[in-house]
């Protein structure tokens, strides 16, 4: 157990040792326990506030981060560009500066390529509390460790040797980010396990987080391979994590990205492909899902969706996050 997290910034799981994670997600245990017993927790963050600024949507994150400082007992404030002064010009010196005086937690979420983490980054720089990610354009840490929770709660802690994929899917409507399958590589290939990437070309993932991702590999005796057979990367799956995202590293021109999706209109999550993978495989995505798309109803629906358990621990680890951070000993 790592008790030194007083302050510490969330930004990405890469920040944080294994040791670490491996105490937020014991606390995120201990809290849904104690959250399903009805044992009130309301005084671990008691009179203490979260600023929560959204550069895009959200039904998940907003809820689970307001909800969770309810539940502890504190305030969650959502907060726009719009709605403050970002829109005009102020820059994260003079946001992250001025909220440090009034509250105890920064959680953002900017998905803009190439700017949103180092909006984070320079945000942590000048704010005297810890800072969040809620997604940016490299990592979703608190999606990845509701995912990893959820994970050892069907499988055990112990995941060694697990085959983990993730797959892209196809999807029409909107580009998404590549935050999902870079946070999932970069944090999966951590435990040991055999993690496998599939998408067809032109869907690659930024290369620092493949680097990562190769670089945990050495370090946990896992093993990691990238593939564009969405049949191959399900045989003998233990997890099959299948979701859509955009050929961001090649271009986010609307009509572009959508003809290279339409070229993979194939690439689905569907009961055939489920088929392939082992028989107690467990089907994740962290949702929105683009039901009909990205994945059959019956797969979505079916026994090995792992689908709401996953949104229900963004819930637990989340408040687990901000205790250890914004909290603090007696
Ligand atoms: N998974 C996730 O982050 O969902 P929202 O976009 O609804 O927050």
């Given at each position: 157990m790592q008790t030194q997290l007083y302050g510490k910034d969330f930004i990405t799981t890469e920040d944080w040792t294994n040791e670490e994670l491996e105490t937020a997600l014991d606390m995120a245990t201990d809290l849904k326990r104690r959250f399903l017993a009805g044992e009130p927790h309301d005084h671990?963050?008691?009179?203490?506030?979260?600023?929560?600024?959204?550069?895009?949507?959200?039904?998940?994150?907003?809820?689970?981060?307001?909800?969770?400082?309810?539940?502890?007992?504190?305030?969650?404030?959502?907060?726009t560009p719009k709605a403050t002064q970002i829109d005009h010009g102020e820059n994260a010196q003079d946001t992250g500066t001025v909220l440090s005086r009034y509250g105890h937690g920064i959680a953002v979420r900017d998905c803009r390529t190439n700017i949103g983490q180092k909006y984070l980054y320079d945000l942590a720089k000048y704010a005297n509390i810890p800072i969040f990610s809620m997604q940016d354009d490299v990592d979703h840490p608190c999606q990845t460790m509701a995912d990893l929770m959820t994970m050892r709660e069907k499988f055990g802690d112990d995941l060694r040797g697990r085959k983990f994929v993730i797959s892209w899917t196809y999807a029409p409507k909107y580009v998404r980010p590549l935050s999902v399958p870079q946070g999932l590589v970069m944090l999966m290939t951590r435990w040991g396990m055999d993690v496998t990437l599939a998408h067809p070309p032109g869907f690659e993932l930024m290369p620092h987080s493949l680097d990562a991702a190769r670089a945990h590999t050495e370090e946990s005796g896992g093993a990691f391979e990238i593939v564009d057979d969405m049949d191959a990367a399900f045989e003998d799956a233990d997890v099959c994590y299948a979701k859509s995202w955009g050929p961001i590293m090649v271009t986010e021109e609307e009509q572009e990205v959508q003809s290279m999706a339409d070229e993979n209109i194939s690439w689905?999550?569907?009961?055939?492909?489920?088929?392939?993978?082992?028989?107690?495989?467990?089907?994740?995505?962290?949702?929105?899902?683009?039901?009909?798309?990205?994945?059959?109803?019956?797969?979505?629906?079916?026994?090995?969706?792992?689908?709401?358990?996953?949104?229900?621990?963004?819930?637990?680890?989340?408040?687990?996050?901000?205790?250890?951070?914004?909290g603090g000993r007696i």
């Open positions: 671990l963050l008691r009179a203490k506030t979260l600023y929560m600024l959204f550069f895009e949507e959200s039904t998940r994150t907003r809820t689970s981060f307001e909800t969770g400082m309810t539940q502890l007992g504190g305030h969650g404030v959502f907060l689905k999550a569907d009961e055939r492909r489920m088929a392939l993978a082992k028989k107690n495989a467990i089907y994740m995505h962290c949702m929105p899902v683009d039901r009909g798309y990205e994945a059959t109803d019956g797969v979505i629906d079916g026994p090995q969706s792992v689908i709401y358990d996953e949104a229900e621990n963004r819930l637990h680890i989340q408040k687990a996050l901000m205790v250890l951070a914004m």
